[in-house]
């Protein structure tokens, strides 16, 4: 499911909600584990992993703040400050801002499945100011394809 768009009031620009559920070869437990138990400081062995660095700056009583790394498209890396909440129903999300002008909030869940699970995620970008508007289209198939990737490296990795 993409593209449910509603207005954000107040501001002029619209934030975009879209879903996306990928189907896992592990159980929904391992897959919350590789997505949220993260070492203090975590460094990808795998060079399509983004991020490719993750550092827990503070913990929180229900999750972690990080610093995350990532390899821009103009070659440069560029650090992302997030906050990864842990719900008692077993769900997490993550809050972020964008340097590029956007504010996401992503929820997820993993849940069991014919052959592993399925990991739900749904998304909502805000373009902080008009000119972001025109990027989200491709920024939303960045995340799915970002999403997408770890997901198959969980599959390896979580089992």
């Known amino acids: 499911m993409r593209g449910v768009v509603t207005p954000r009031p107040g501001v002029g620009v619209k934030t975009t909600k879209f879903s996306v559920e990928i189907p896992i070869a592990c159980p929904a437990s391992a897959v919350r584990r590789w997505w949220t138990d ?10 399509a992993e983004e991020p490719f660095r ?8 229900n999750g972690n703040e990080l610093a995350t790394y990532w390899h821009g498209t103009d070659g440069k890396d ?34 069991p499945a014919a052959g592993g699970s399925l990991l739900r995620i749904t998304a909502e970008v805000t373009p902080l100011n008009r000119e972001a508007e025109s990027g989200v289209p491709a920024l939303t198939a960045w995340m799915e394809g970002v999403w997408r990737r770890a997901a198959k490296i969980c599959e390896r990795d979580a089992r």
């Not at 993750?54 to 009583?61: A, E």
């Not at 992302?80 to 929820?107: N, V, Y």
């Open 38 to 47: 993260l070492p203090e400081q975590y460094q990808a062995s795998d060079p």
């Open 54 to 61: 993750i550092v827990i700056t503070k913990k929180l009583p």
């Open 78 to 111: 560029f650090r992302i400050d997030e906050t990864m909440t842990l719900k008692t129903d077993g769900s997490w999300e993550l809050d972020l801002q964008l340097p590029a002008g956007f504010r996401i909030h992503d929820a997820l869940r993993a849940v």
